[in-house]
């Protein structure tokens, strides 16, 4: 065992654990070392879990990957809980999907109808529960009433892949008039430059039914009106925050129409932007926490979590 490994395992003692085997991608540092952080767990690569570590821990998280023959070994010790967040990454290995998916009792999900996309329910049943996506706007940065009044600057922040007709979108918004940016990076220095977020892909069923809230929240949170693509998750924001908080569009000729209202319509842009507060709270770190904990006590009451699951 490595020094790193053995420091690991004594600080895990007790703690709720958060793992993975790849602790590299950015997904884990949202739903894994974040939350761990703000609940007072531990995030560590799944290599460095140990025996003793997993029998104190309250909880074993699993953030979207998980190793299943750890996890059966791992089967009578705490509940443990995989945290799917994206099933379209696993379009490509549906079986395998579906097996890491029936290891498991207990799934978190980031929009209801995701469940519907885990597969074959297995004999144990799954118990799950519906966690958000928390904002990532921790300075409480809130856009200008300048830039409310008179928006120059259409632009999206984040992955460029996941933003589809990227092209038609610049050429369209530069006939417009205005300028358009897309940062690849999520921080305020990024948002700062941003009168009016957009995101758009096409139309896929188990992308719009499963994507998680975070592109809509994390501009929502600051202020900032916007055009987004149909999502479940989206929809979801606004019943959450009792009314609508963006523009959303099934076809681009629609989304394209949508931005120009967006543009045009300055009450309606505020009426958006008014929503920034009740985001930030909602959709905070802390409240996202809060929902783990409830996700925690719940498993933890389950008369049978301890049962041998999954083979």
């Given at each position: 065992?490595?020094?790193?490994?053995?420091?690991?395992?004594?600080?895990?003692?007790?703690?709720?654990?958060?793992?993975?085997?790849?602790?590299?991608?950015?997904?884990?540092?949202?739903?894994?070392?974040?939350?761990?952080?703000?609940?007072?767990?531990?995030?560590?690569?799944?290599?460095?879990?140990?025996?003793?570590?997993?029998?104190?821990?309250?909880?074993?998280?699993?953030?979207?990957?998980?190793?299943?023959?750890?996890?059966?070994?791992?089967?009578?010790?705490?509940?443990?809980?995989?945290?799917?967040?994206?099933?379209?990454?696993?379009?490509g290995h549906r079986s395998l999907f579906?097996?890491?998916?029936?290891?498991?009792?207990?799934?978190?999900?980031?929009?209801?109808?995701?469940?519907?996309?885990?597969?074959?329910?297995?004999?144990?049943?799954?118990?799950?529960?519906?966690?958000?996506?928390?904002?990532?706007?921790?300075?409480?940065?809130?856009?200008?009433?300048?830039?409310?009044?008179?928006?120059?600057?259409?632009?999206?922040?984040?992955?460029?892949?996941?933003?589809?007709?990227?092209?038609?979108?610049?050429?369209?918004?530069?006939?417009?008039?205005?300028?358009?940016?897309?940062?690849?990076?999520?921080?305020?220095?990024?948002?700062?430059?941003?009168?009016?977020?957009?995101?758009?892909?096409?139309?896929?069923?188990?992308?719009?039914?499963?994507?998680?809230?975070?592109?809509?929240?994390?501009?929502?949170?600051?202020?900032?009106?916007?055009?987004m693509p149909d999502y479940e998750s989206?929809?979801?924001?606004?019943?959450?925050?009792?009314?609508?908080?963006?523009?959303?569009?099934?076809?681009?000729?629609?989304?394209?129409?949508?931005?120009?209202?967006?543009?045009k319509d300055e009450a309606l842009r505020?009426?958006?932007?008014?929503?920034?507060?009740?985001?930030?709270?909602?959709?905070?770190?802390?409240?996202?926490?809060?929902?783990?904990?409830?996700?925690?006590?719940?498993?933890?009451?389950?008369?049978?979590?301890?049962?041998?699951?999954?083979?």
């Open positions: 065992m490595s020094v790193r490994a053995f420091m690991a395992g004594r600080k895990a003692r007790g703690k709720v654990l958060f793992t993975a085997a790849d602790t590299r991608a950015e997904v884990f540092a949202v739903r894994g070392e974040q939350i761990a952080q703000e609940i007072g767990g531990l995030a560590l690569r799944s290599s460095f879990l140990s025996q003793n570590a997993v029998l104190s821990a309250p909880a074993l998280f699993w953030v979207q990957g998980a190793e299943i023959p750890k996890v059966r070994f791992y089967h009578g010790t705490t509940p443990q809980i995989l945290d799917v967040v994206d099933v379209v990454a696993d379009v579906y097996e890491k998916c029936r290891a498991f009792r207990f799934l978190v999900l980031t929009t209801r109808s995701m469940k519907n996309y885990a597969g074959p329910v297995p004999e144990h049943g799954w118990k799950s529960w519906v966690v958000p996506f928390h904002h990532d706007n921790a300075s409480r940065y809130e856009m200008p009433e300048s830039q409310l009044e008179r928006p120059r600057m259409i632009g999206f922040v984040g992955d460029a892949k996941k933003l589809q007709s990227i092209e038609v979108i610049e050429s369209h918004v530069r006939k417009m008039g205005f300028a358009f940016i897309v940062f690849p990076k999520a921080d305020d220095t990024a948002y700062e430059q941003i009168d009016v977020g957009i995101h758009w892909t096409h139309p896929d069923a188990a992308r719009d039914e499963t994507a998680n809230n975070s592109m809509l929240t994390n501009y929502l949170s600051r202020g900032i009106p916007c055009v989206y929809r979801d924001v606004e019943e959450a925050l009792e009314g609508p908080c963006c523009l959303r569009a099934k076809t681009l000729s629609d989304w394209f129409e949508k931005l120009a209202e967006l543009m505020r009426s958006f932007a008014a929503k920034a507060e009740a985001a930030r709270i909602r959709y905070s770190l802390h409240s996202t926490g809060l929902l783990y904990k409830g996700v925690i006590a719940e498993a933890r009451s389950e008369p049978d979590f301890y049962g041998q699951v999954g083979g």
